[in-house]
């Protein structure tokens, strides 16, 4: 009997030891590591518009006759240049010259019709010339009639330079234009090229610098 009432003590204590004993506390869970962000795929830039390329400036075109008249003082001075270097062979540009010196004067003012008229039929003859002495004499008429019909157009008279060379006289007329300043005397040819001065009267002025071109007759020296 006393056995079994220690065994129920024993029982009893360590009940109540058991009921006692503190909570074990529970281990804390452990923490979850952050997932990366997945990451937002970048939005392509907008495409910046091509600028305009600058655009190159035109280069000037080289000059060229821009009417009747201009055509008509640039086959003068084709054949001009071919006898400066001592050329006979003027016929193209002469046969140029009179077709287009006789086209310009049915629209020519008044005062320019007959010295292109005449500066027409001038040209046919340097066309017909045989040789080098009989070209330039050809060439004096023409430039008479050449001269005669710049003094009757102003704008003409501008692009133009006259010039006289003193010993040129035996060919019956000692002027000439060019469109330079540049003096090469078609009547002397290589021999004397730069023989001669530039005038700033057309018809019997005194010779000088310039050229200032006044209307007037034809100096017939």
């Known amino acids: 009997m006393m056995r079994w ?5 024993l029982g009893l204590a360590a009940g109540a030891c058991s009921k006692d004993e503190p909570a074990k506390p529970s281990a804390p869970a452990a923490a979850k590591p952050d997932e990366p962000a997945a990451a937002k795929p970048a939005e392509p830039a907008a495409a910046k518009p091509a600028e305009p390329a600058a655009a190159k400036p035109a280069e000037p075109a080289a000059a060229e006759p821009t009417g009747p008249i201009d055509a008509v003082f640039a086959a003068y001075e084709r054949c001009r240049a071919a006898l400066a270097s001592d050329d006979a062979e003027v016929k193209e540009c002469a046969a140029d010259m009179a077709k287009l010196a006789a086209d310009a004067a049915s629209n020519a003012t008044d005062a320019a019709k007959a010295p292109l008229g005449a500066l027409a039929k001038a040209a046919e003859q340097l066309g ?32 133009l330079h006259a010039f ?11 002027r000439w234009l060019q469109p330079t300043a540049k003096l090469e005397n078609p009547y002397m040819g290589k021999k004397m090229l730069d023989c001669g001065m530039e005038v700033h009267d057309l018809h019997g002025g005194t010779p000088g ?8 007759e034809a100096d017939k020296n």
Request: with cysteine; net charge negative.
């Open 128 to 159: 017909a010339a045989a040789d080098l002495d009989a070209a330039r004499r050809a060439f004096a008429e023409v430039s008479r009639a050449a001269i005669d019909a710049v003094a009757a157009l102003p704008k003409m008279a501008e692009k």
């Open 164 to 174: 006289e060379c003193p010993m040129a006289k035996e060919f019956g007329f000692n």
């Open 5 to 9: 009432m220690w065994i129920v003590a």
């Open 209 to 216: 610098m310039g050229h200032d071109m006044k209307g007037g």
